[in-house]
């Protein structure tokens, strides 16, 4: 009697999910929206700001090619170098600034902490994917470029379960 | 005859009609992680079994010499990415200490915060599997759209899916979104509807309970004896929680009970993780009730903290027992010695004793239910 019933009820649990609604986040359709713009840093406080460790952004006004995110990189996944760039800055004596390498990078924005200028954030753009090793080292210029990308799916949650809407 | 046999199985012959069969289930079996596990059989049923763990191998504690104190964040978390806040927690607590820190208040609750959402991911992505490896494919995919929910409130708190790289000695790396409370409120309130779901469709099952009850029973003294921590230690009826029995941080603030059940089967392996994410989802509501409302997060540390000739030992308890971290400092910015000793290890001791004299198809249910991570344990 305790088998047949048991049985029931699981079935019952089940149909009662028919009437749910589906919680899958259509990926290239929909995507996920993020708090902020994404981690950055306060070096006077000492404290973060909340927000997605995606890629970074680089002020190339605020960087003083002092190599400090690149210190803080060597022990993780050495995933920054710095390399020379054509500008001329009055407070980038060096002209050297952070190049990433995103095959390397772990996403931890150690580097944003180690920052005390400023210059280097971390944006919600996480797409990322490239067909060759070359294509996932970003360039300083390619890494001043702001992302522009659509994100406004959240979790909404009602009396039929919750959905990404 | 017996050398047509597939490479791996052989047939030892041991008097004239004993035939003891040696099957290797792993490395690259499903059913076994990331692990080798030795099963000599009879028929179906065992004869004697000989974990073989160390494929995972990454020389966490080795690595842990040569970076310092910051930089050792984000590596030291790669054993358990699902659980990463709660193996952070005993190197932050003990970094704290050798290096004379105190932790602001706010930053302890949301420490415990994260650490308590990150337990219940664990416990979902292992129930998950659980549940595959005993046929029960609903159990599956229930949890692991479940841990969307979790996962989504981590991603809004620590900027990652996983390895939240969150937790730093002084604190935590950045304060909590301004809406985050109500939104943790709003999805725990209905995590906790969901997974007592569970009850009806898994725990409650006829064909699970005549699996896992009275399978690979761990009794009491046996249980303090081979060394066992955490969920199967409290499955064999010992009440031994280590936020109960010595609580670090806030715990000792809330109210939270813990969960023994008697039988020490593995069912009541198995059923424990689960009441503990129920109890989970009562600290984390606790915990935003009595968090402090404003104050600073993080104790701002010199570049490059050096500490004196001092060692300390620290644990907490994680989604997989008692997860402890022994530093050792002589001085320089970068440890003497981390030694990490986990849980899921200690647990995998249990196995050769448990599974002597089960059917072979019981191995997936005893072998999950010890609440083992392959890779923790490797370290």
């Known amino acids: ?4 019933s048991g049985i029931i009820k699981a079935l019952n649990s089940g149909i009662k999910h028919l009437a749910i609604k589906r919680f899958t986040l259509r990926y290239p359709e929909q995507k996920l929206k993020f708090v902020g713009d994404g981690y950055q840093f306060d070096p006077v406080s000492g404290v973060g700001i909340a927000g997605l460790k995606g890629r970074h952004m680089l002020f190339h006004d605020k960087c003083t090619g002092c190599q400090l995110c690149s210190i803080a990189c060597e022990g993780i996944a050495e995933a920054i170098a710095m390399v020379k760039v054509d500008e001329k800055w009055k407070q980038n004596k060096k002209s050297i600034m952070p190049q990433i390498d995103y095959g390397k990078c772990v996403f ?32 300083p210029a390619q890494l001043q470029v702001k992302p522009n990308i659509k994100q406004d799916a959240e979790i909404k949650i009602s009396d039929r379960g919750a959905t990404h809407g | 005859m017996i050398s047509k046999l597939p490479p791996g199985i052989k047939v030892e012959q041991k008097g004239d009609n004993d035939k003891i069969m040696t099957l290797n289930v792993g490395p690259q079996h499903p059913g076994s992680g990331h692990m080798r596990i030795i099963v000599k059989i009879d028929g179906d049923y065992i ?7 160390g494929y995972v191998h990454r020389g966490e504690e080795k690595m842990a010499e040569y970076r310092n104190y910051i930089t050792n964040i984000p590596h030291l978390e790669r054993p358990v990415i699902h659980d990463s806040c709660n193996i952070l927690y005993p190197y932050c607590l003990g970094v704290e200490e050798i290096l004379g820190i105190e932790v602001p208040e706010r930053a302890k609750y949301v420490r415990v915060i994260a650490s308590e959402l990150n337990r219940c991911v ?32 981590l991603e809004k708190l620590s900027g990652a899916r996983v390895t939240h790289a969150y937790f730093v000695p002084g604190g935590v790396r950045n304060d909590m ?23 009806s469709i898994f725990y409650s099952n006829p064909i699970l309970k005549s699996r896992t009850i009275n399978t690979g029973v761990l009794r009491q003294n046996d249980a303090i004896r081979l060394g066992s921590t955490g969920s199967v230690l409290r499955a064999s009826g010992i009440d031994f929680d280590l936020r109960k029995k010595e609580p670090y941080d806030v715990y000792d603030n809330l109210d939270f009970q813990t969960n023994v059940l008697k039988s020490g089967d593995s069912y009541a392996r198995s059923k424990i993780p689960w009441l503990d994410m129920l109890e989970s989802c009562k600290i984390i509501r606790n915990a935003l009730e009595k968090i402090p409302k404003s104050g600073s997060v993080r104790v701002k540390l010199k570049p490059n903290p050096k500490a004196g000739n001092v060692e300390t030992y620290k644990r907490v308890e994680s989604g997989r027992g008692s997860l402890g971290m022994y530093i050792i400092s002589n001085g320089k910015p970068e440890p003497y010695r981390v030694k990490i000793s986990v849980g899921s290890f200690r647990n995998l001791i ?3 004793y448990l599974l002597k004299g089960e059917k072979l198809g019981n191995m997936p249910a005893v072998y999950w239910s010890l609440n083992y991570w392959p890779v923790e344990a490797d370290r």
């Open chain 2, 122 to 153: 664990y416990t979902l992505y292992w129930l998950a599997i659980y549940g595959i490896f005993l046929g029960h494919s609903t159990m599956f995919m229930w949890p692991a759209g479940d841990r969307e929910l979790l996962i989504d409130l």
């Open chain 1, 1 to 4: 009697m305790g088998t047949a």
């Open chain 2, 47 to 53: 004869v004697s079994c000989d974990p073989d763990p």
């Open chain 1, 108 to 139: 931890c924005g150690l580097c944003v902490d180690a920052c005390p200028f400023y210059a280097l954030y971390m944006t919600n753009d996480y797409e990322l994917s490239s067909f060759s090793k070359e294509g996932l080292i970003y360039t």
């Open chain 2, 350 to 352: 249990c196995l050769p």
């Open chain 2, 177 to 199: 979104p301004s809406n985050f409370e109500d939104v943790c409120l709003r999805q725990i309130n209905y995590f906790e509807k969901r997974i007592k779901q569970y009850d």
